[in-house]
């Protein structure tokens, strides 16, 4: 008796074990996206709060669609536009391409050009505080495993994040806390309009 209840233990485990690895495989690159957003937060998390405020994962909507932003940081030498690609390997590319490149081994992806991706946000983010770009300042931030084969100045890895922003000191004159509460108050949080823009982002072809 001791054995059946041991082997429909085991198995039960095994089935469990199994389940939980399909489930990893089939959302890894959301899991992946997600840990990249963390590590982000928790680095600009480290900037001085009375200069810097910092705004994780904003939904805008400007131009007759939805924009996710990964990471904005608003203070008076300007609002950093952060997009964060948590990617393996080599990536290659340019400001003109349509789609830059992820060599991991022999293994080959296209991914949509993260400064475009960028831009577009910064637009979205121009448009609904009705800012002059330029106040808006770009990055694009791999993580620090990732070898980057770009002359873009702003792609950078993850290490060198707080460097970049603290590198701009001149004073803009910026109303801090009036754009910061903006984009709060801006914020998409229904959970139907997310899932339309999820939709929506799998429907372009970055790929």
């Not at 910092?54 to 300007?78: A, C």
């Not at 309009?193 to 072809?205: A, F, G, L, P, Y």
Request: hydrophobic share 35%; proline share 1%; aromatic share 12%.
């Amino acid at each position: 008796m001791n054995d059946i209840i041991n082997t429909a233990c085991e198995n039960y485990i095994v089935i469990i074990v199994i389940v939980i690895a399909i489930i990893l495989y089939l959302f890894r690159n959301k899991i992946k996206g997600k840990l990249g957003e963390i590590k982000v937060s928790n680095t600009l998390n480290e900037l001085d709060r009375d200069e810097y405020k910092v705004i994780d994962n904003i939904i805008l909507y400007s131009d007759n669609k939805t924009h996710e932003i990964d990471n904005i940081v608003v203070s008076k030498y300007g609002l950093f536009i952060i997009e964060m690609k948590n990617y393996l390997g080599k990536v290659s590319g340019d400001k003109e391409q349509r789609n830059w490149t992820q060599y991991i081994g022999k293994k080959i992806n296209k991914f949509y050009n993260p400064v475009k991706q960028n831009y577009g946000h910064m637009k979205c983010v121009s448009d609904v505080l009705k800012l002059d770009m330029r106040y808006l300042i770009p990055i694009v931030v791999f993580s620090n495993d990732t070898y980057i084969d770009s002359d873009v100045r702003y792609v950078i890895h993850l290490r060198d994040l707080n460097k970049y922003i603290m590198r701009y000191k001149k004073n803009m004159y910026l109303d801090v806390d009036e754009i910061y509460e903006k984009l709060i108050s801006l914020n998409i949080k229904d959970k139907s309009v997310k899932k339309k823009h999820i939709n929506s982002i799998n429907k372009r072809k970055y790929w």
